[in-house]
């Protein structure tokens, strides 16, 4: 695959003309997907693909083109040669790009993840053996993902890894279910099972009678996957030089009036997790992690190639969205949070967040699956849906009282188009009160 891209990269550099630059990025996959309905196989397939996205530049004018690849090296060039000679008909009629920026001090990099890529028929087996006499949905995706940059100057960057993840419901009746997930780098069994076990407990759970919670404020728990929802609204924007300033970004407040998190809260971008590539798309090394928030106050923006140029500052990230999110872990043992909760609300999901204040950087959501009212210690009864609106500076600040000392790894289950490599690593949240308003 490596040397592959690179054979494909020293053909079409020898076709540049004058004072031509051309980057190469390059993206692909070999993954096995599974489809599994009342804990039955009910899709299974394998996907190999490949991409290579040219940027054609002579300049401050440039031209940019993906183009699928087939593997076979004759017709990839064909095609790739073709597309050489469209992006430079084309780029003659685009104006300057005032912010165009890529690397040209050269930087070669290779990473290679150390764990081999796990055996998805065995896995399969151990999750069929696991769920049986429970109506577990989910898909599993299991594989290697490749990305690699080469320029005309001489630059060589490649990045694999290999990875699975595997995203789960188990049903109890209707629309009664608890969500689970499992992924990372190295398959264990064992921790498998357990986390299925702790399904059938709170599916045990789920089927006692709803408690009717009325709107109010709550102790509550919001466990990882609920802690990832709300970091994903922060994520939008938040994070970004550009969103900063313009304003745009829902932390505004701690920019301009000083507003903090709690001193346990640093959230950082950890570049080194392996996941994702090192490098950006246009050349740059990325640093090993980029420090967001440190003790509860806005330390740095993540800053793209192009944010990069436009403020006169220097790149971090190769997008201002984060693709690898990391919030320190507490002092919380696991084993400790229904007794530390003591009475209020163990929330293991939300969904449909969206900004009811963005400015004030307040979130309104939905309670999902599996969410239990918690008295004296011990979880008593499943609760109704509830509505949230709540501050991320009360969430995470003023009401805050720990996070746990466990977190979880977290990949990003979305294959539009291509499995995705972002992922955060989160802890639960122990908080005083929470904002339930329906």
Not at 42 to 53: I, N, P, T
Not at 62 to 84: F, N, P
Not at 154 to 180: I, M, P, T
Not at 314 to 342: F, T
Request: hydrophobic share 35%; charged share 25%.
């Amino acid at each position: 695959m490596q040397n592959y891209f690179y054979e494909l990269s020293d053909i079409l550099f020898k076709q540049l003309q004058g004072d031509e630059q051309l980057l190469l990025s390059f993206e692909g996959e070999d993954s096995d997907f599974v489809r599994l309905n009342n804990n039955k196989i009910r899709q299974a397939g394998c996907v190999s693909q490949r991409s290579l996205c040219l940027d054609l530049i002579e300049g401050k004018r440039h031209a940019e083109a993906c183009v699928e690849l087939a593997g076979d090296k004759e017709q990839d060039i064909k095609q790739l040669s073709e597309t050489l000679i469209k992006l430079r008909d084309q780029r003659a009629f685009l104006p300057d790009d005032p912010y165009l920026s890529f690397a040209t001090k050269i930087n070669n990099t290779e990473y290679h993840h150390d764990k081999e890529v796990i055996d998805s028929h065995e896995a399969i087996e151990q999750i069929l053996q696991a769920g049986i006499g429970l109506d577990l949905v989910g898909i599993f995706a299991n594989g290697s993902q490749y990305v690699g940059f080469a320029n005309s100057m001489g630059q060589r960057n490649w990045h694999s890894s290999a990875n699975f993840n595997f995203d789960w419901s188990c049903y109890l009746a209707e629309d009664k279910a608890v969500k689970s997930n499992y992924a990372g780098f190295d398959w264990q069994q064992e921790k498998l099972a357990a986390r299925i076990e702790n399904c059938k407990q709170q599916l045990a759970v789920l089927a006692k009678p709803v408690k009717i919670i009325e709107p109010g404020s709550y102790r509550a728990y919001l466990a990882p996957s609920a802690v990832k929802e709300i970091m994903g609204m922060l994520s939008w924007g938040g994070f970004g030089l550009k969103s900063h300033r313009t304003k745009s970004t829902p932390l505004i407040q701690m920019i301009e009036q000083d507003r903090t998190l709690a001193s346990t809260v640093s959230l950082r971008e950890h570049h080194a997790r392996g996941l994702a590539p090192a490098f950006t798309g246009s050349g740059y090394i990325k640093p090993e992690q980029v420090q967001l928030i440190e003790s509860g106050r806005y330390k740095d923006c993540l800053v793209s190639p192009r944010s990069a140029m436009e403020y006169g500052t220097v790149i971090n990230a190769g997008s201002e969205y984060p693709c690898a999110l990391d919030l320190a872990a507490g002092d919380l043992p696991d084993e400790k949070i229904l007794s530390e909760l003591g009475s209020g609300l163990f929330i293991n999901n939300l969904w449909y967040l969206n900004f009811s204040d963005r400015n004030a950087c307040q979130l309104t959501g939905m309670t999902r699956f599996a969410c239990f009212w918690v008295e004296d210690g011990e979880i008593q009864a499943p609760i109704n849906v509830m509505r949230f609106d709540d501050s991320v500076y009360d969430l995470f600040g003023t009401n805050l009282l720990e996070l746990t000392s466990e977190r979880d790894l977290m990949l990003d289950s979305s294959t539009y188009g291509q499995r995705s490599n972002s992922s955060m690593e989160l802890p639960g949240a122990l908080v005083k009160e929470m904002c339930f308003t329906l």
